[in-house]
């Protein structure tokens, strides 16, 4: 039997009848209590059934439950074949599904396998004693209980995707803030407020804002992501991307083209992500400058640029548009602040918002107490030693992301699982080891 996740402890619940007598062995210990904590990766498991009288019918066992890890999965063992001993039985059949009921005399020989590596340990123990009643972004029940089913979910996805660390003096300040306060529109002067604000990181440098003429404040940048995708009937960006821009293409009369394999055609639209846990920025760079050559209209998706672990500069000379948040730095994602600087006005309901002064006031105001509490570098710099240490402790490597890293064990899920457009899976996502480090084995 394998198990996708690890186990700390099994116990087998057994209901003995009359004279019946039920021994476990591993290997060559016999289990008097019935009970393995900290099973090895693999583990050989005997179940015998004796009894006085093998003719006695009311001298039998049932396997009542079996706990792993404080669940019964009795149903996952219905299956095992039970071995007869024939020597006391004449029966048709030497063996048969054991259904847990034991009542001829017999053994039960199975082999028991499950993840015993240090992350799927940290997972289970993240899942199990961090449970929350509530999770989001998740494609299934967000108000949820805590059963197996959920808890095996978290801990098998536990290193999936991402979501910011709950840094707990930004979520204070965030939760103390009175919507009183957030609600009055942003001044003119806000734009270079926030562009100086970026350009005061030790690591980003973003020049020619200026070019730029156009600034909007959006839902997250996917308000921003959807306008341009479906701008043009063709697209170009790279296959590993955040998989809402192709999830959003998968049902529209748009052509979507690869970045890094086509040549650009003229005039049409490219989107890149800067930087990308995937691929280097030199590369992208490239790229960037083929495709203003083929006057194409440049975007680039800046999500993960607050993360970035090296020293990065972006020309926005060479680009159209900029989709830029904090959403995947701070904890602030209920609330999804983001903007956009853009060459020509785009005549969408974001632009329409911003003139208008319908846009939501609370998260952007949010936004802007934050800037001025904390520098851009803040996070990245609160976390950088720890994720170091991390990736000692668990053999991870870094990539140009803080967040995600690399592990031999983990590889993307050919069965596209979450979504066939889902790339993320390639990495270890770091943030949930880093908002525990310290209170587990870690």
């Known amino acids: 039997m394998k198990f996708d996740f690890y186990i700390n402890e099994i116990k087998f619940d057994f209901k003995i009848h009359g004279t019946g007598s039920i021994e476990l062995s591993q290997g060559q210990y016999i289990l008097n209590d019935f009970q393995i904590k900290d099973p090895a990766e693999k583990c050989d498991l005997c179940i015998k059934f004796k009894k006085q009288d093998p003719a006695d019918v009311d001298s039998y066992a049932t ?39 034991f009542g001829y005399q017999g053994s039960m020989h199975f082999s028991l396998e499950h993840k015993n590596d240090l992350l799927s340990r940290a997972a289970w123990t993240i899942a199990d ?69 970026i350009n005061r990181s030790s690591r980003v440098k973003i020049k020619n804002f200026a070019s730029l003429n156009n600034f909007t404040i959006s839902n997250g940048v996917t308000e921003s992501l959807s306008t341009f995708l479906q701008s043009a009937d063709t697209i170009f960006l790279p296959k590993k991307t955040y998989f809402h821009n192709s999830e959003l293409l998968s049902d529209k009369n748009i052509k979507s083209k690869n970045a890094f ?64 948040s904090m959403n995947k730095c701070w904890p602030i994602v209920p609330l999804r602040p983001a903007f956009r600087w853009s060459r020509n006005r785009i005549n969408d309901s974001q632009t329409f918002d911003y003139e208008t002064g319908r846009y939501p006031k609370v998260p ?22 720890d994720h170091t240490e991390l990736c000692e402790k668990f053999d991870l490597a870094p990539t140009g992301v803080l967040w995600f890293a690399r592990h031999s064990q983990v590889k993307h899920d050919d069965n596209h699982y979450i979504s066939r457009h889902f790339f993320l899976d390639d990495f270890v996502c770091v943030v949930e080891l880093l908002n525990h480090k310290g209170k587990y084995f870690w």
Request: aromatic share 14%; glycine share 2%; with cysteine.
């Open 261 to 324: 394999r086509e040549y650009f055609e003229q005039g049409s639209n490219v989107l890149f992500e800067v930087p990308s846990p995937w691929y280097t920025t030199e590369r992208i760079e490239h790229h960037i400058k083929e495709a203003r050559k083929a006057n194409c209209r440049i975007a680039l998706d800046l999500t993960w640029l607050p993360m970035v672990d090296y020293p990065i500069e972006i020309d926005l000379a060479l680009v159209d548009e900029v989709f830029f």
């Open 63 to 101: 396997l009542e439950h079996v706990w792993i890890n404080g669940f019964d999965l009795k149903e996952r063992f219905k299956e095992i074949n039970y071995n007869i001993d024939t020597s006391k039985h004449t029966v048709h059949g030497k063996s048969i599904p054991n259904n847990l009921y």
């Open 364 to 385: 952007v105001n949010t936004f802007m107490r934050l800037i001025d509490r904390f520098g851009f570098d803040y996070v990245f710099d609160r976390y950088k030693a």
């Open 129 to 197: 004693k961090e449970f929350t009643p509530i999770k989001w972004p998740l494609k299934s029940q967000q108000y949820r209980e805590k059963n197996f089913d959920n808890v095996h979910r978290d801990a098998v996805y536990m290193f999936t995707g991402c979501n910011p660390p709950e840094t707990e003096i930004l979520v204070d300040m965030i939760d103390n803030f009175k919507i009183a306060d957030l609600k009055d529109p942003l001044r003119e002067s806000a734009r270079r407020k926030i562009e100086e604000w």
